[in-house]
């Protein structure tokens, strides 16, 4: 089937429209000029994406009910996957009527990107880069395909490739996966990529039967489909390096890297089964060699010139040019995310330098990235989505060097499992001044700290740990998110910060709590 069997009086009618695919696939058939009308079995007020559909008043949507004419007038129905799946009734209805049933696969197969398509994965940082390009590219009259699914980060499922095929006339994608071998593949394939960034590979969503090295080979398969393209890298990470020597990467390669001051010496797998030695600047990245001969090198895009509170730097370019820029965010790990976008703004999107400049200094961060949420027993009181080593290890380091005395309240239950954990409980010992455990598992491993003698003049146990175990992604329950950071304001501090996806979800019941 394609597109050409179609014409402007098709009538596509598409079932679940306040669902996240339906919605996305009405309003892609109505941006290509189709005729569309849908139905949700919800009432019109509990349609959960209800914002994403008021650009389209042509659209008939029938709320709580499907009329007979619905079906009568229908040429295609594209129907959701667990209705397909099910042979549910109204599957069985659909055949009986004859109507052809479409699928998100036909849906992909049918329609292309009508623009570039630019790829960004990570496992640190792939939000904020996104978010930033996107806001460079708004800033100099581009308009990013969205999906506008409010409350949804949208980088998985299925999401990316139906956004793709959207209105607008660039596509800037999150490309994320939970470390699943063939997820980033699958997804990213669908997206059909022209350009492709990756800020960083630390370890993230490990689980007992998956290695880091594993982990890093899931986000090899963008840079599969990246072949003979341009692909953007973190130079400073030599698990990227090792990757690309291990996968014999040919294509328009562009790296980027920081000159910066390091105390700190860390190890990091390499592919050859060794350990590679960093002299780390944030989160396993910094200078690098490897008893394999795996080398750091200077990069061909270089921040230098870093000030003291991380937003200022001067960018060298491979063509002898330099040009200062000043962020309206700050942080060692946001400079990194800051250059890909700049690289990615400049060479793919022809965006002069003095247009970026004026985008990134305007650029205020992302929402639950290092995000003040108000004050409270004298204390400045913040949410960050960090939620594995590298990510902490990161935000508290800058918060240290900009705060001074801060506490951490740990929310997270790691995708690694209680090793994970662990690690994440090291990692906020190391730069945070005390400890507040606010989830099932970051309780247990902050008692088995203590109960070693380990950290304890950082770690404070709320008095008790309400019941509840991870759910999902989200490591914590709302009451024990409050126990954490309750006994966290009784601490003598002058920022708390809550960590993990549970302190983003229910920031607005922490503000309210203060």
Known sequence: MEITDFDENTVFGVIGVCGINGNLIARLLMDHGFKVQANDMVNEEDCRFKAALKDYPEMKIYYGEIPETFFTSSDYMIIPTALLESKSMLYHKIKKYGIPILTVKDILEIFEPKHPVICITGTNGKTTTTTLLKHIAYHAGLKPCEHNLMGLQGNTADIPPLQSRLNGNINILETGTFGIKGSLEKLAKACKPDVGLITNITPDHLSENSSFLDYARVKGELVELLRNKTLVINNDDPTIESLLKELNYEGNLISFGLDTNSNKTTLKQCFCGKKVQIKEFCGGVGVYECNCGLKYTKP??????????????????PYNEEYEFKLGIYGIHNIYNAVGAIIIAHETLNISYETIKEAVKSF?????????????????IMVDYAHNPAGITSVLKELKNAYGTIVDVITTSSESGIDGDK??????????????????????????????????????LPDSMPEGDKKGTLGATVEQVLVGFNKALELDANLVVCTGEAAFKYKDIIKDNE
């Open 300 to 317: 061909d895009y270089l921040a230098c010139n870093i000030n003291d509170k991380h937003n200022q730097f001067i960018l060298k370019t």
């Open 423 to 460: 690690e994440i409980l090291d990692c906020a010992a190391e730069h945070a001044n005390y400890i507040v455990p606010a989830s099932h598992n970051a309780y247990l491993c902050a008692k088995h700290a203590l109960d070693n003698g380990k950290y304890t003049d950082k770690i404070v």
């Open 364 to 380: 205020k961060g992302v929402g639950g990235r290092m995000e003040k949420i108000g004050i409270s027993h004298n204390k400045q």
